[in-house]
Protein backbone atom coordinates (compact mmCIF):
# COMPACT_ATOMS: atom_id res chain seq x y z
CA UNK A 1 0.00 0.00 0.00
CA UNK A 2 1.60 3.44 -1.26
CA UNK A 3 1.99 5.27 2.08
CA UNK A 4 -0.20 8.61 1.74
CA UNK A 5 -3.36 5.89 1.24
CA UNK A 6 -1.75 4.25 4.55
CA UNK A 7 -0.96 7.66 6.36
CA UNK A 8 -4.69 8.76 5.20
CA UNK A 9 -6.59 5.39 6.73
CA UNK A 10 -4.21 5.86 9.56
CA UNK A 11 -5.62 9.47 10.28
CA UNK A 12 -9.27 8.64 9.82
CA UNK A 13 -9.12 6.24 12.25
CA UNK A 14 -8.87 2.62 10.21
CA UNK A 15 -6.68 -0.31 10.15
CA UNK A 16 -3.88 0.01 7.04
CA UNK A 17 -4.55 -3.81 7.58
CA UNK A 18 -8.22 -3.88 7.11
CA UNK A 19 -9.24 -5.90 4.38
CA UNK A 20 -12.18 -3.72 3.94
CA UNK A 21 -9.54 -0.54 3.56
CA UNK A 22 -7.82 -2.18 0.74
CA UNK A 23 -11.05 -3.24 -1.07
CA UNK A 24 -12.63 0.19 -0.82
CA UNK A 25 -9.43 2.03 -1.89
CA UNK A 26 -7.77 -1.01 -4.23
CA UNK A 27 -10.24 -3.30 -5.34
CA UNK A 28 -13.60 -2.85 -7.22
CA UNK A 29 -15.02 -1.33 -9.80
CA UNK A 30 -15.01 1.86 -8.61
CA UNK A 31 -12.89 4.98 -8.60
CA UNK A 32 -11.79 7.28 -11.03
CA UNK A 33 -13.46 5.90 -13.92
CA UNK A 34 -16.62 5.07 -12.22
CA UNK A 35 -20.07 5.45 -14.60
CA UNK A 36 -23.53 6.37 -12.99
CA UNK A 37 -25.01 5.30 -16.31
CA UNK A 38 -24.26 3.95 -19.81
CA UNK A 39 -21.17 5.51 -21.64
CA UNK A 40 -19.97 5.46 -25.35
CA UNK A 41 -16.65 4.46 -23.52
CA UNK A 42 -17.62 1.21 -21.93
CA UNK A 43 -19.08 -1.73 -23.47
CA UNK A 44 -22.66 -2.00 -24.75
CA UNK A 45 -24.89 -2.55 -21.77
CA UNK A 46 -22.48 -1.74 -18.73
CA UNK A 47 -22.75 0.41 -16.30
CA UNK A 48 -20.53 1.27 -13.17
CA UNK A 49 -22.66 1.51 -10.63
CA UNK A 50 -24.77 -2.33 -11.41
CA UNK A 51 -21.37 -3.81 -11.70
CA UNK A 52 -19.97 -2.18 -8.57
CA UNK A 53 -23.83 -3.18 -6.91
CA UNK A 54 -22.90 -6.59 -7.95
CA UNK A 55 -19.85 -7.16 -6.94
CA UNK A 56 -20.56 -6.53 -3.80
CA UNK A 57 -23.16 -9.07 -3.69
CA UNK A 58 -20.97 -11.76 -4.67
CA UNK A 59 -18.57 -10.58 -2.07
CA UNK A 60 -21.28 -10.76 0.83
CA UNK A 61 -22.27 -14.42 -0.86
CA UNK A 62 -18.68 -15.18 0.62
CA UNK A 63 -18.77 -13.03 3.47
CA UNK A 64 -22.03 -12.32 5.74
CA UNK A 65 -20.25 -9.11 7.44
CA UNK A 66 -18.97 -7.93 4.40
CA UNK A 67 -21.69 -4.64 4.17
CA UNK A 68 -21.96 -4.09 7.66
CA UNK A 69 -18.01 -3.92 8.19
CA UNK A 70 -17.82 -1.43 4.61
CA UNK A 71 -20.61 0.48 5.93
CA UNK A 72 -18.17 0.80 9.18
CA UNK A 73 -15.03 1.89 7.26
CA UNK A 74 -17.77 4.25 5.34
CA UNK A 75 -18.82 6.18 8.41
CA UNK A 76 -14.67 7.24 8.62
CA UNK A 77 -13.82 7.42 4.87
CA UNK A 78 -16.35 9.49 4.41
CA UNK A 79 -14.81 12.49 6.60
CA UNK A 80 -11.43 11.97 4.75
CA UNK A 81 -10.34 14.81 3.00
CA UNK A 82 -8.93 13.35 0.46
CA UNK A 83 -11.04 13.62 -2.99
CA UNK A 84 -9.60 10.21 -4.75
CA UNK A 85 -11.14 8.46 -0.85
CA UNK A 86 -14.47 10.49 -1.10
CA UNK A 87 -15.42 9.88 -4.57
CA UNK A 88 -14.44 5.87 -3.78
CA UNK A 89 -16.30 6.12 -0.41
CA UNK A 90 -19.84 8.22 -2.20
CA UNK A 91 -19.84 5.45 -4.94
CA UNK A 92 -19.71 2.51 -2.67
CA UNK A 93 -21.61 4.68 0.42
CA UNK A 94 -24.75 4.77 -3.05
CA UNK A 95 -24.66 0.83 -2.74
CA UNK A 96 -24.70 -0.13 1.01
CA UNK A 97 -25.76 3.04 2.56
CA UNK A 98 -29.02 3.69 4.67
CA UNK A 99 -29.46 7.36 5.81
CA UNK A 100 -26.76 8.00 8.14
CA UNK A 101 -24.43 8.08 4.96
CA UNK A 102 -27.55 9.67 2.53
CA UNK A 103 -27.06 12.44 5.03
CA UNK A 104 -22.92 12.57 4.43
CA UNK A 105 -23.31 12.18 1.08
CA UNK A 106 -25.96 15.04 1.04
CA UNK A 107 -23.21 17.27 2.60
CA UNK A 108 -20.70 16.49 0.22
CA UNK A 109 -22.61 18.10 -2.53
CA UNK A 110 -21.35 21.73 -1.91
CA UNK A 111 -17.54 20.27 -1.65
CA UNK A 112 -14.88 22.78 -3.13
CA UNK A 113 -13.84 19.85 -5.58
CA UNK A 114 -16.01 19.61 -8.32
CA UNK A 115 -15.16 16.23 -8.62
CA UNK A 116 -15.95 15.19 -5.36
CA UNK A 117 -19.60 17.56 -5.51
CA UNK A 118 -20.77 15.98 -8.74
CA UNK A 119 -19.83 12.41 -7.70
CA UNK A 120 -22.18 13.30 -4.16
CA UNK A 121 -24.39 15.10 -6.56
CA UNK A 122 -25.03 11.55 -8.31
CA UNK A 123 -25.00 9.19 -5.32
CA UNK A 124 -27.83 11.65 -3.32
CA UNK A 125 -30.09 10.92 -6.27
CA UNK A 126 -29.40 7.08 -6.43
CA UNK A 127 -29.21 6.74 -3.01
CA UNK A 128 -32.66 8.64 -2.33
CA UNK A 129 -33.88 6.86 -4.74
CA UNK A 130 -33.28 3.20 -3.87
CA UNK A 131 -33.88 3.99 -0.23
CA UNK A 132 -37.64 5.66 -1.05
CA UNK A 133 -37.98 2.46 -3.16
CA UNK A 134 -37.26 0.08 -0.09
CA UNK A 135 -39.62 1.96 1.65
CA UNK A 136 -42.35 1.16 -0.08
CA UNK A 137 -41.63 -2.39 -0.86
Known amino acids: MNRVWATEIQKLGGDVSDEVWRWLLFRGPHGP ?3 WKQTKSNPPGYVG ?7 I ?3 EQQDATFRDRLRAVLVAALSSTDPNVLR ?8 VGGKPELESIVRLTAHEAISVAGE ?18
Open 88 to 95: RAIQVAAV
Open 33 to 35: YFT
Open 57 to 59: AAI
Open 120 to 137: AKAAAFYLDRKLKRSQND
Open 49 to 55: IEHLENE
